[in-house]
């Protein structure tokens, strides 16, 4: 699956999170070089809009993966080929320096003068790609563990006849079995309209589009009747490719680019509801959960994911546990609506991944939990810049 722009920031990010424990550590221990070298900015002016001790905790995460990771383990970043060490000295060494709480402008001249700045999203000119940065959150939702009215919209368990073959931690969706061969599984609409999958329903929830938006965050927690919660968390999916039904509302006509959010697209099927079914049927993939504690977003390092520090990336351009500085902006929100757009300057580590996020030119910032964080993620589809940021090698112990 392919994100897109058309696409609602909370949907950008895929149609599924794919948060294995620690399995693309271990995937990527083979580096994939990327088809041409990035070129060094001359000149950033390196700030944060958020509090430094916030990056302190997600560089802790960042480096606890990072040190479970075989030390013989390389990435290659724009032609360059970079051990893990490398990756933990330089988590290692900010950390390290923002333990002081320095200044903005001292912040500026550590960087400057410690790092290598790398923009890995150009193309083969040498010239910047588009970077689309996007927003992803961690959604509360109510669901019962029975189907009663008006829980009747199912989750589901990874099904029995989904086979899936396990490559170095990683799931290889495969299909299913009919007659003898392997197949395609079902497609979202195959399974939803057949009902091909009674009896291994996880949790109810009210509304159909709920189960959709957890299957585009990948995990969520389940508010049950009696106020206890559990989590959801993503298991697998059907191994069909993402369509994207932003990229379909606006290419059908039914709404304006600029207009498209996972709110506006909600508001437009509670509307439109005989719609409903042919709108989120034209995405084929599906996906399969497993319960979790009703605890903090989990990424694919198999940590806890730090709001607006936290990013996911495609880890074969931004290795797993890398330091970026982002460039954009943000939105400010009041009673659900923009109110204003700020500058967004601010030190990063990549810590989750998804399928929609292909190339150098995504990254999606994972907000938080629960309504404020998905008003804002929902609202995130900026245009930007992008620096990996790696200690120089004169400078490391």
């Known amino acids: 699956m392919a994100a897109d722009s058309t696409m609602p920031a909370k949907c950008n990010e895929c149609l ?35 509090q430094l001790h916030q990056l302190e905790s997600a560089l802790t995460r960042s480096l606890s993966a990072l040190r479970t990771v075989p030390p013989t383990t390389c990435y290659s970043v724009a032609g360059q080929m970079v051990p893990v060490q490398r990756l933990i000295d330089s988590a290692l060494h900010l950390q390290r320096f923002i333990q002081s709480r320095p200044s903005e402008k ?18 083969a000119d040498e010239a910047p790609i588009r970077m689309l940065i996007t927003g992803y959150y961690q959604p509360i939702f109510p669901g019962s563990l029975s189907r009663q009215p ?29 007659q003898g061969k392997i197949v395609p599984y079902w497609t979202r609409r195959e399974i939803e309209q057949g009902n091909l999958l009674q009896g291994q329903e996880l949790v109810w929830l009210k509304d159909p589009f709920d189960a959709f938006v957890l299957h585009v965050q990948g995990s969520g927690i389940i508010r049950l ?17 993402y369509r994207s039904i932003g990229k379909y509302l606006v290419n059908t006509g039914r709404m304006q680019l600029a207009e498209v959010t996972m709110d506006s697209i909600r508001c437009y099927i509670d509307q439109h509801p005989g719609e409903r079914e042919l709108i989120l049927h034209h995405n084929d993939s599906f996906i399969f959960f497993h319960w979790s504690a009703p605890g ?5 390092l198999g940590r806890e994911l730090t709001p607006g520090r ?12 890398s330091l970026v500085f982002l460039d954009s902006r943000r939105p400010v929100m009041a009673k659900g609506s923009v109110v204003e757009w700020k500058k967004m300057r601010r030190l990063v580590t990549v810590q989750d991944t998804g399928s929609a996020l292909s190339g150098p030119g995504r990254i999606d910032i994972f907000w938080g939990t629960g309504d404020q964080a998905g008003e804002e993620a929902g609202q995130m589809k900026e245009e930007g810049t992008a620096h990996l940021l790696l200690l120089k090698e004169e400078l490391r112990e």
């Open 16 to 50: 599924w999170r794919i948060r294995i424990w620690g399995a693309l550590l271990l995937a990527l221990v083979a580096c994939v070089s990327p088809a041409h070298a990035a070129t060094k900015p001359e000149s950033l002016f390196f700030e944060d809009d958020l």
């Open 106 to 123: 001292a912040l500026h001249h550590e960087i400057q003068r410690a790092y290598e700045a790398i923009q890995v999203n150009r193309g």
């Open 150 to 178: 008006p829980y009747v919209h199912p989750l589901y368990r990874m099904p029995d006849d989904l086979l899936v073959r396990q490559t170095n931690g990683k799931k290889q969706v495969l299909g299913r079995r009919e």
């Open 225 to 241: 009747p009696d106020g206890s919660r559990r989590g959801v968390h993503y298991a697998v999916n059907n191994g069909r490719d």
């Open 296 to 300: 903090p977003a989990i990424g694919n």
């Open 310 to 321: 936290s990013i996911a990336a495609d880890q074969r351009w931004y290795p797993p546990g």
